[in-house]
């Protein structure tokens, strides 16, 4: 069974500071691993995902993130962060084999100080 | 661009009352999903369904059913809404996980129903 834990459900940082959001997850099989992003009041929009090709993931708006097998994790980073990154993030995985479920994480909320 | 579109974003309900959500993708996905979003809860899978007239419960499916008669329109159906059902329901939708596709989701902007 798939399972996605997400460390901090609340994440302050500054304009311009390092953003690290965390994601270990627990797989029997290689898994797909996604991010998406959530701006209030939408929906969910894909950030990037790993498919098992190149470890390290670069996705859209300057995120990406590492595919750790032997930490089980999926961390998301972003070297500075800006006003426009605050949102609640969310990782997801799903197994390589063509289910159609995913197991998401709780999330987690982003704040940028100015 | 592709687009899932959920007919209403914002639904107020009386308890008891018959609530039709509806939600249509223009992508020809095979696969569409019904998410319920609740704080600290995260997304929790109600029902899905990965093809016309096929349907599969999810995590939490008692108090709702879903219709897909059409392959671009899969409709999630509250039966007699409760307050408890207040929530928000994200509709999304996916090639399949096979074939060399990863199965990524495609969300709509979500609907956000209150139950009175």
């Known amino acids: 069974a798939q399972s996605v834990t997400q460390l901090g459900s609340h994440v302050s940082v500054s304009e311009g500071a390092l953003v690290l959001l965390r994601c270990n997850y627990s797989?029997?099989?290689?898994?797909?691993l996604f991010w998406y992003v959530q701006y209030p009041n939408q929906g969910l929009q894909l950030l990037l995902k790993?498919?098992?090709?190149?470890?390290l993931v670069k996705g859209i708006n300057g995120f990406e993130a590492e595919f750790k097998k032997s930490e089980t994790s999926f961390h998301l980073t972003k070297p500075s962060a800006h006003m426009s990154d605050a949102a609640e993030y969310f990782c997801a995985v799903s197994v390589s084999s063509g289910t159609y479920k995913y197991i998401f994480g709780t999330g987690t909320r982003l704040k940028v100080l100015a | 661009d592709v687009k899932v579109t959920q007919s209403s974003r914002y639904l107020v309900k009386r308890t008891g009352e018959k609530v039709f959500l509806e939600c249509v993708q223009d992508m020809d996905h095979e696969n569409m999903f019904w998410y319920r979003q609740d704080p600290g809860l995260g997304l929790r899978l109600i029902y899905f369904?990965?093809?016309?007239?096929?349907?599969e419960k999810g995590d939490i499916p008692e108090g709702y059913s879903v219709s897909r008669e059409k392959k671009e329109r899969f409709s999630l159906i509250l039966e007699s809404a409760s307050t408890n059902q207040t929530s928000m329901y994200l509709c999304?939708?996916?090639?399949?996980?096979?074939?060399?596709?990863?199965?990524?989701?495609?969300f709509g902007e979500g609907s956000r129903l209150t139950v009175l």
């Open positions: 797989s029997s099989v290689p898994p797909y």
């Open positions: 369904s990965y093809d016309v007239k096929m349907k």
């Open positions: 999304a939708s996916s090639l399949p996980g096979s074939r060399g596709k990863t199965g990524e989701l495609f």
């Open positions: 790993y498919t098992s090709a190149a470890t």
